[in-house]
Structure formats: structure tokens, C-alpha cells
């Protein structure tokens, strides 16, 4: 189920809103009811104390008429304030005596309340007694008033607080809906930028000056995603493009030259011939693929595995050993000094030494001696140059010499015998050994080699 953090937020608005106006309404409550009693009272008390005052001062039954006569004049018809005298003797009565009045005649005096016919609103009454004077005997005085207005004000005041909280959380939820949607608005800018986002326009970017500090995160975030995604989406471009290119020509060559010994009648020692040359070209285009594949291997972050610890320069020499006859023919010399220990997966060490060995061989004049140093590094791990006598590499080379394809002289790049990938997968196979690479040249000498890192380094 999808939530709208917008109507979540109205929703809280709204609950938080009804809950204060709630508090207040029953404050509000309480208050009025209070003043209201209060004042009830007081109406009742001062009417009460009036007509006792002149009652207590009536002595004989003679002027007991005064008594009603007055009485009478402060009952309104409509009822709203009544008045009832009772005593043992007949004379010194006063008020029609109505059923719900009988227990107040004899019960306790003070203020109370008694129902009133057909009516759901209480009357208001205080009992006193008033001690006998001469010809009088003690009465029971008892004033009531109708408690309908104060029953009224307060119903009507109550039915305004209901309706006043019931708009007031509504127009509050009406507005945070407003506000939430207007706050949320950058995210809906955010998701519109981000979804306009596609490989036809990797290089766009999310405007984070624009976004809210709350939104930063999530915006860099979303950025950095894509600038990986950008990267490995340009690399995996580069590599179609190289390999289209890279691979073009051999297969035409391999057309063009099948086709011209099928052009006419060759003998077999000639289709021979053909089918051995084809074959090497095949052969060499297989170790392209290889080498193709082994690199996009590593780009998808392979790592090193069975790591061995060994001694380098042993591992060095080994390396030498295999590639004897080729540096016979060159007539060139290696010479192996230094050495360190260091947990690598030695196929693939081989591989990247024999790289810069065939480099190294290729690139010095015969007669020359190529050194191979190994040297433990501080914080680069175990380090290993090729360094050999020869033709100095322009700098402006010199960092790009470990991309794919990259050849220093472009017409050996159509050479047959250079792909341009030694490096790269020198290159990869450091990585693999969470090390780097490093090309130098200087005082004749081109120096280009790696680290690998080692267990403590990596600590
Ligand atoms: N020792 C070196 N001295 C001078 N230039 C070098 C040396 N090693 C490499 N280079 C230059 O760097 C380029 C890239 O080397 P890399 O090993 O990647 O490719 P390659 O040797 O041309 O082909 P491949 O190794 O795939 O057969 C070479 O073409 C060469 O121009
Ligand atoms: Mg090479």
C-alpha cells in the first residue's frame, strides 16, 4: 500500500488540531459551568435573603397578607422564580404545592434541586427556616428559579464548541494539506529531474543549490549513483568501440585473404600455406578476445584469489626462466635485485611480469641489461620495476600508457605483433591485488611497473 507522506501529514495536523481544541473546549467548559453555578447561586441567595428578612419580621396573621402580597408581585407568570411558606398553621402558608416540592418541605435545608414537571431542566431551590415570632410559628421558606437559560447557554455553548473544533481541525487539515504539498514540492522536482535521466543523457545531474538541506543527501546520493553508473556505462561503450575496432581489420584481412585463394586454382601446398597463415591470425585474434574478457572480468571488480605468500624476486626469476629464449634472441639480459614478501595469485603475477618483460625486451637495443627491482614500500606494498635502456617515452604518454589499445607509436599500432593490452592487464591484474601501476622515464631509462599490496600494508 502507498502512503502520501502529504495526507499523512494533514492527517497528523488534524488529530494534533482536534486534540488541542478538545483541551480548550473542556477548559472552556469548565469555566463557564463554574460562572454559571456561581451565579445561580447568588441570584437565588439574594432573592432568598430579601423575602426572609421581611418574613422574620411578620409577627402576627394580620400582617401575614403583606407577606403574600409581595410575594405574588416577585413571581412572574412565567414561572421563571417561585416562592412556597409552609407551617403547622394554615394562616402562614404560601405557593401552589406541587408533588416534587413535598420533600423539600421537610427535608434538609440549603441549596438542592428539585425536577419540574414535564421538564428535563431542574429548578433551582434554597430551603431556610425561619424561627418563630409571637403570633407566628416557624415556617419553612423555600425560593426556586428556573435553571432553563443557564441549561440553554450552556447547551448552545457547548454545541458552538463542537461545531467551532469540527471546522477548525477541518480547515487546519485543508491547510496542511496545502502546506505539506507545497513542502514537497521540491521532491516532486526531484523525481521529475531524476526521471528525465536516461543513457542518452548520463552526464545530467540533480541541481542540489536548488534542493532543501533535507533532500541534499538523498540528491548527492542519486548523483554519485549515477556518475558510477555513467562511468561504467562510457566504459562499456569504449570497450564496444575498441573491440569493433580492434577486431575489423584482422577479420577483413582473413576475408580478403581467403577469398584471394579462392579466386583461382591453388594446389594443396598452397591451400596449405593459406590455411597456416589464417590460422596464426586466428590464433592471435583468440588471444585478444581472451585478454578482452579477462579485462571486463576485472572491471566487474574480480579479485585475486588463492593468494600464496611467496618471495617476489624468486617469483621474478621463475618468470625470467620461461621467457629465456626470447631475450636470447634479442641478445638482452635481465637481472633481478631486491626482494620482498607478498600474498599474491602467482598465475596472474606471472602474467603482468611477463608483460613488462615482453614491453622492456621490445623496447632496448640488444646488448642491453633490463633490471627488475622489487623493494618493499611503505604504504604501496611490494613494489615492482621493469626498467630497461631505450628511447625516452614523451610524458604526455606516459600516464595514458596503461589504457587499452594505447601504443606510444600509432604505426606500431597496426602491427599485428601489439594489441596495446600488455599494460591494461598488467594494470588489472594490480588492481586485483588491491595495488596500482606506475610508469616513469627518465636518464635513459623507461621504468614501468606495479605494486602489489601486502597483508600488513592492507591493515
Ligand atoms: N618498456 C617500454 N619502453 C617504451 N615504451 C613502452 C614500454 N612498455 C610499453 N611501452 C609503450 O606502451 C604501449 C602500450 O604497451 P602495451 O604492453 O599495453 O601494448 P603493446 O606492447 O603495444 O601490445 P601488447 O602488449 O598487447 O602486445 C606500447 O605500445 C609502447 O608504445
Ligand atoms: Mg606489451
Known amino acids: 500500500m502507498s502512503h502520501s507522506i502529504a495526507l499523512r501529514l494533514a492527517a497528523m495536523f488534524a488529530l494534533a488540531t482536534l486534540l488541542v481544541f478538545g483541551l480548550i473546549s473542556f477548559a472552556l467548559h469548565h469555566v463557564l459551568e463554574k460562572a454559571l453555578d456561581h451565579h445561580q447561586i447568588e441570584q437565588i441567595t439574594t432573592k432568598y435573603q430579601m423575602m426572609e428578612y421581611m418574613i422574620s419580621r411578620v409577627h402576627s396573621a394580620d400582617h401575614w397578607d403583606r407577606v403574600t402580597d409581595k410575594l405574588d408581585s416577585m413571581s412572574p407568570a412565567n414561572g421563571s422564580t417561585r416562592y412556597w411558606v409552609w407551617s403547622e398553621d394554615q394562616r402562614f402558608r404560601y405557593g401552589k404545592e406541587i408533588p416534587e416540592v413535598a420533600a423539600a418541605l421537610h427535608g434538609p435545608t440549603g441549596l438542592g434541586e428539585i425536577a419540574q414537571p414535564g421538564r428535563t431542566d431542574p429548578m433551582k431551590i434554597e430551603v431556610g427556616d425561619i424561627p418563630a415570632n409571637e403570633e407566628r410559628p416557624a415556617v419553612r421558606f423555600i425560593v426556586g428559579i428556573d435553571s432553563a437559560p443557564y441549561f440553554n447557554t450552556r447547551n448552545s455553548f457547548r454545541l458552538a464548541l ?59 546520493a542519486f548523483n554519485g549513483a549515477l556518475d558510477r553508473l555513467e562511468s561504467a556505462y562510457q566504459q562499456l561503450e569504449a570497450f564496444n568501440a575498441d573491440v569493433t575496432h580492434e577486431l575489423r581489420t584482422p577479420l577483413a584481412n582473413l576475408i580478403g585473404q581467403t577469398q584471394v585463394a579462392l579466386s583461382r586454382e591453388r594446389t594443396a601446398p598452397q591451400l596449405v600455406e593459406v590455411l597456416q597463415s589464417n590460422l596464426e591470425e586466428l590464433e592471435r585474434l583468440r588471444a585478444i578476445v581472451n585478454d578482452m574478457l579477462f579485462l571486463s572480468r576485472a572491471d566487474q571488480g574480480e579479485r585475486a584469489s588463492r593468494l600464496t605468500q611467496v618471495s617476489i624476486a624468486a617469483e621474478v626469476n621463475k618468470t625470467v626462466e620461461f621467457l629465456d629464449y626470447i631475450m636470447d634472441e634479442a641478445g638482452v639480459s635481465v637481472r633481478v635485485q631486491g626482494d620482498a614478501e607478498a600474498q599474491i595469485e602467482t598465475s596472474l603475477f606471472r602474467r603482468a611480469v611477463t608483460n613488462l618483460l615482453h614491453n622492456a625486451i621490445q623496447h632496448t637495443q640488444a646488448k642491453a641489461e633490463i633490471v627488475v627491482d622489487v623493494s618493499a614500500e611503505a604504504e604501496l606494498g611490494v613494489r615492482i620495476a621493469v626498467s630497461n635502456p631505450g628511447d625516452a ?25 601489439s594489441h596495446g593490452l600488455g599494460l591494461s592487464i598488467v594494470k588489472a591484474i594490480a588492481e586485483m591485488h588491491n595495488g596500482s601501476v606506475f610508469a616513469l622515464s627518465r636518464d635513459g631509462f623507461n621504468v614501468i611497473g606495479f605494486c602489489v599490496m601486502t597483508a600488513e600494508v592492507q591493515k
Request: aromatic share 6%.
Open 393 to 417: 617515452i614523451p610524458t604526455e604518454h606516459l600516464p595514458r600508457l596503461f589504457d587499452r589499445f594505447y601504443r606510444v607509436d600509432s604505426a606500431r599500432a597496426k602491427s599485428w605483433e
Open 162 to 220: 463542537l461545531v467551532l473544533s469540527t471546522v477548525g481541525a477541518l480547515v487546519v487539515t485543508a491547510f496542511g494539506l496545502m502546506i505539506a504539498r507545497l513542502g514537497l514540492k521540491p521532491l516532486t522536482k526531484l523525481s521529475q529531474e531524476a526521471g528525465e535521466v536516461s543513457p542518452k543523457n548520463l552526464s545530467q545531474r540533480l541541481q542540489l543549490q536548488q534542493l532543501p538541506t533535507e533532500l541534499t543527501q538523498l540528491g548527492a
